[in-house]
């Protein structure tokens, strides 16, 4: 688009009526840079498109999907609403800062043929609108200096965790295309594992300052998994896709894996102690099955807390972790 703007900023909707206008606000208030505004809407029945209309008039192209295509499909959908180069799918409940747009445009200005995705550490703000602490939810941070990751760099960063924030992502939508876009085989780690396949092959620009606020409350897709594993188990997947396909790109690939199996066997330590407080017994139980095949180390952990081993016991009915 010669002489366009350089990026659109696509909202993906469903029922997102209670923060919607909130979002959109933010990103209207962008200045010092041009750009686009999408919304796609996945079939929402409450208000989500009078408040969309009403908030963003014609500064916005609406589309409504003509049925359901899900959190992976809606997003590619949003990418394939946009027309400019470059495209930021923005969470209908999440919070825009000033100077995001602009960080990101100077970031793409700055960069080469190879960047294929700018990312801005994030915050998390609760319903709200109120920080949520960092021991209650991780941000996405990788420090406090800008740094551009040539291709294949990136992938080491994404080994343990996703510190990317969608709403933080501003991605090409010429890598989107050449990778098949967002993967509707995952639910929870649909965009840990995009980042994952574009690392490959293109370079990333991390932004320290945050500038986006993430919203983390009960309606959210984190919180609809904390009845099962369904999160943890496409984590386990896809951490074990990883090291099968990057092991040998990746310098220090043993002590990586051993950080991800921490990390995940703290995760199923986690939803352990959930489950038991949600008196789910069987679950519990299986989640310390896994988080102790994963880091047998993790047993100090449960040892140092004799109280959870007492009530496993005991919601188990004697049985032992084993079975």
């Not at 505004?37 to 999907?65: F, H, K, P, Q, Y």
């Not at 470059?86 to 793409?108: E, K, N, T, Y």
Request: proline share 4%; with cysteine.
């Amino acid at each position: 688009m010669c002489g366009g703007p350089l990026l659109t900023v696509a909202i993906p909707t469903c029922n997102g009526s209670r923060h919607l206008a909130e979002a959109l606000r933010s990103v209207l208030a962008q200045d010092h840079v041009t750009f686009d505004l999408v919304i796609s809407d996945d079939r929402s029945d409450d208000e989500t498109l009078d408040i969309a209309r009403a908030e963003a008039g014609e500064r916005a192209r609406i589309s409504v999907n003509s049925e359901r295509l899900g959190l992976a499909g809606n997003w590619n959908r949003c990418v394939a609403l946009s027309r400019t180069p470059w495209v930021a799918v923005f969470h209908q409940d999440d919070v825009m800062r000033p100077g995001h747009l602009a960080s990101h445009q100077a970031a793409i200005s700055a960069g080469d043929s190879a960047l294929g995705l700018v990312a801005s550490a994030a915050e998390v703000i609760d319903a709200e609108g109120r920080e949520v602490s960092h021991s209650v939810i991780e941000r996405g941070n990788l420090g406090p200096l800008d740094r551009t990751f040539p291709p294949g760099a990136f992938v080491a960063e994404l080994a343990a965790g996703n510190p990317v924030r969608c709403s933080g992502v501003t991605l090409r939508c010429e890598a989107h295309a050449a990778l098949g876009g967002f993967d509707a085989r995952y639910r929870y780690v649909v965009d840990w594992d995009f980042w994952l396949r574009l690392a490959r092959s293109w370079s990333v620009a991390w932004l320290a300052r945050p500038t986006v606020a993430v919203r983390w409350h009960p309606a959210s897709e984190t919180h609809r998994f904390k009845t099962g594993t369904e999160d943890l188990d496409e984590a386990a997947q896809l951490m074990a896709e990883l090291f099968a396909h990057d092991e040998a790109i990746l310098s220090n690939a043993r002590q990586l894996r051993r950080a991800a199996n921490r990390r995940l066997a703290r995760a199923f330590l986690n939803r352990s102690y959930e489950s038991l407080r949600g008196g789910d017994s069987a679950l519990a139980r299986r989640c310390l099955r896994r988080s102790v095949g994963l880091w047998p180390g993790i047993l100090g952990t449960i040892a140092r807390d004799p109280r959870l081993v007492a009530r496993l016991m005991l919601a188990g009915r004697n049985k032992p972790i084993a079975d």
